[in-house]
């Protein structure tokens, strides 16, 4: 059995001081445990200072939360990944329902993404979820494995199988709403039978979390939801206390 993953997406909260302060708060307070894997996702300027109070925690891994595709160049104010690398990243968000509907980031985009980021040997993890109208309209599932299929699309087999997915349906997201268990389970289902067919039958390091208004109270319940593998967490990763009660679930 794999370990469940606990990420944390801080969007565009907390500078250099409030990062460093919030993640000495938390490792007193959270002993290294080899049964879960903890994300955190700064923003790109507070990265090299929580890789800097992370650098004796194995067990907790850093993420960026948007890469360019390109790995340098003149991209004024983008984030490259060998920079986050740098600054000892091991994982990258891409494909966030922010970035996609506030930045314009296409599926095309997200799959020169990933394989920019699978080349310089960091973890892409990829989001996909349904908007409102299309969860309405019932078409979630074509919605979801178009962005699946498109954003994987560049990265070699090797790459695909230790890809982190996480479904995050877009009405959910910082709304309070968050997707029934079973429901969650059938689309996680139609992800990971992607990828079974994709690598023919090696799908053990595919991971597939569950975001979108996660909490204390309901993050036990979804993580114990058969094909949930893990949470991706926005609002609720802020306060310190409160994912501390996450992580411990
Ligand atoms: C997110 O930002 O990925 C997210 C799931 O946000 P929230 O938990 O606030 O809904």
Known sequence: MQKPVFAANWKMHYGPQETRT???KFLASYPPHDDRTI???????SLAVAGFALRDRPDILLGVQNVHWEEKGAFTGETSVLM????????????HSERRQLFGETDEMTARKCATIARAGLTPLLCVGERLDE?????TQSIVM??????VSRLEKSQLATVLVAYEPVWAIGTGKTAK???????HA???????????????????LYGGSVNAENAAELV????IDGLLVGGASLDVDVWTRIVGT
């Open 181 to 187: 268990p079973e429901d969650a389970t059938v689309v």
């Open 84 to 95: 986050a690398r740098d600054c000892g990243a091991t994982v990258a968000l891409v494909g």
């Open 224 to 227: 114990a939801a058969p094909e």
């Open 146 to 151: 178009r962005q699946l299929k498109t954003g």
């Open 190 to 208: 139609a992800i990971r039978r992607y990828f079974r067919e994709a690598l023919a039958g090696q799908t053990d390091s595919v991971r597939v």
């Open 135 to 139: 969860h309405e309209r019932g078409i």
């Open 22 to 24: 919030y993640l000495l």
């Open 39 to 45: 994300i955190f996702f700064p923003s790109a300027a």
